[in-house]
Nanobody
């Protein structure tokens, strides 16, 4: 089992920045790929960003590419999502997920462990 706890959400003005963190505990975190997903009210959950188990590879949704950067520190069992140039449409609950990322890094079903989510609100 891997337990994931997100933090860092909050209210920010459009154009601003936030840094989300996900702290992991339990089984060896460095064995698992990690991703961020988000879900806005009335919408389906969507993929945001992915990072491989060792941190060598990243992949982003087109909607956040160039604005969000995902990183991880396996020594500290944490992953981060640095978000800049935030837009009102980025408002959502953001979830951290860990797993094999197979068969697709963008599919929620590819991850076995999920955090409880952290709210990000962007005012226009």
């Amino acid at each position: 089992q891997v337990q994931l706890v997100e933090s860092g959400g909050g209210l920010v003005q459009a154009g601003g920045s936030l840094r989300l963190s996900c702290a992991a505990s339990g089984r060896t975190f460095s064995n698992y790929a990690t991703a961020w997903f988000r879900q806005a009210p009335g919408k389906e959950r969507e993929f945001v960003a992915y990072i491989s188990a060792r941190g060598f590879s990243t992949y982003y949704a087109d909607s956040v590419k160039g604005r969000f950067i995902m990183s991880r520190d396996n020594a500290k069992n944490t992953v981060n999502l640095q978000m800049k140039s935030l837009r009102p449409e980025d408002k959502a609950v953001y979830y951290c997920a860990a797993g094999t990322a197979s068969p697709s890094v963008e599919r929620g079903g590819s991850y076995d462990y999920w955090g409880q989510g952290t709210q990000v609100t962007v005012s226009s």
